[in-house]
């Protein structure tokens, strides 16, 4: 039986086989699902182990990437999906034109901004920022579902808290939001929340 040595693990033939049937039936499952999976919702229903798995992840990963296929394997927290390589953008744009979407206004904008930064916040917590309401930009990121209530402050009337979802990772090219560029409040003359 034939064995390939990557790093400092010995891997068989058969295993080599094994690894690269997970890696296509995962890819088959990303791909009919069309939304984010939960890592530890696919490990169970394929009766592997998170660290199977993420092997298994690993493997689509690089294939993808080595063979130029036009999708990619993406993670969004514990979650994972596949979305067309960037580099394909404009073209799978210019196809879709007709169907494009009406783009978030600036107001909107500024709005999930503050959210992503200084989550979880009240509406009050963003209208004290913006110096505007923001019941507009706060119901539109809503339907959108870039944001989603986490819960009530405990204080007088116990306003909404908001938190950013994973669509919005996902919708920013993001896996977590330590990736967000960092931002000194100070320097702005902001009051923090």
Do not use: W
Not at 66 to 93: D, H, M, W
Not at 164 to 171: A, E, I, N, P
């Amino acid at each position: 039986m034939k064995t390939r040595c990557a790093s400092s693990a010995c891997v068989t033939k058969s295993e080599e086989d094994t690894l690269e049937n997970l890696t296509a039936i995962i890819e088959a499952i990303l791909f009919v699902s069309g939304d984010p999976v939960r890592v530890d919702v696919l490990a169970h229903a394929m009766n592997l182990t998170v660290q199977e798995l993420e092997q298994a992840l690993d493997e689509l990963r690089d294939h993808l990437a080595l063979e130029n296929r036009g999708i990619q394997l993406n993670r969004s927290g514990e979650t994972v999906f596949l979305s067309i390589c960037p580099k394909y953008a404009p073209q799978v744009e210019l196809f879709l034109q007709p169907i494009q979407k009406q783009p978030l206004s600036q107001a909107v904008l500024e709005t999930l901004s503050i959210i992503a930064y200084r989550q979880p916040v009240t509406k009050g917590d963003v209208e004290g920022v913006r110096g505007v309401k923001c019941d507009y930009s706060v119901q539109t990121l809503v339907n959108r579902g870039f944001i989603e209530e986490c819960g009530r402050r405990e204080t007088l009337g116990r306003p909404i808290l908001y938190r950013t979802t994973d669509k919005f990772l996902q919708h920013f090219g993001i896996e977590s939001l330590d990736e967000l560029p960092s931002v000194d409040f100070s320097s702005e003359g902001e009051m923090p929340i």
